[in-house]
């Protein structure tokens, strides 16, 4: 089997709740309630360049300094409790993994700090595939160009919602809550032995 895995919030903790609000000076709330609800999404599918984004970031269109920004951002990055040796463990069992993230170019920041392509390689990011779940084709896409079924894959996020559009097309699915309880489920599937 093979395992597509979300990075944020499920491999690498995403600072853009905690960071962005003191980097813009403001609230989480009022971050969220001045952007522009789709240039982040149309960053994350190739749509927008990083110029295009910083243009069109906030609603009002004010400046945004994109190389401190994506200082703030990457100063955050860290390995979630318990993941490094996860993933260790699943390489040294021959596990196949990939990335299956919703994530803009930006994902190189993470890579740059955190070096998780020793792990994962980042085959399915969606500012490539230009394709962002929850959409169907964030999944079939990837297990045809792997060559396998979807239900010859586990796919691993921390969103309910992305996990359940993987079942609707067939796509095995583990909701993750922590590393322990995705150890557990990995167990009982036959992906890791005790």
């Not at 903790?13 to 813009?24: H, K, L, N, V």
């Not at 040294?92 to 930006?106: D, F």
Request: proline content about 6%.
């Amino acid at each position: 089997m093979i395992l597509l895995l979300d990075v944020m919030d499920t491999l690498v903790y995403d600072p853009f709740r905690t960071e962005a609000p003191a980097f813009f000076g403001i609230s989480f709330e009022e971050v969220l309630a001045l952007k522009d609800p789709h240039t982040w999404v149309r960053f994350e599918t190739g749509e927008y360049d990083e110029r295009t984004f910083a243009e069109l970031y906030f609603r009002d269109r004010r400046p945004v300094d994109v190389v401190g920004f994506k200082a703030a951002l990457s100063s955050g990055y860290r390995l979630l409790a318990g993941i490094e040796d996860l993933l260790s463990e699943l390489v040294a069992a021959g596990v196949t993994l990939h990335a299956l993230s919703n994530y803009s170019p930006w994902y190189q920041l993470i890579e740059d700090r955190l070096h998780l392509s020793r792990f994962v390689p980042w085959t399915f990011v969606s500012c490539k595939t230009g394709v962002r779940k929850p959409d169907p084709e964030a999944y079939l896409g990837p297990a045809r160009a792997l060559g396998v079924s979807p239900g010859e894959c586990l796919f691993v996020d921390d969103r309910p919602g992305n996990c359940a559009a993987a079942e609707a097309v067939g796509m095995p699915a583990h909701t993750f809550k922590d590393a322990q309880t995705l150890r557990q489920d990995l167990l009982a599937r036959g992906l890791l032995a005790t």
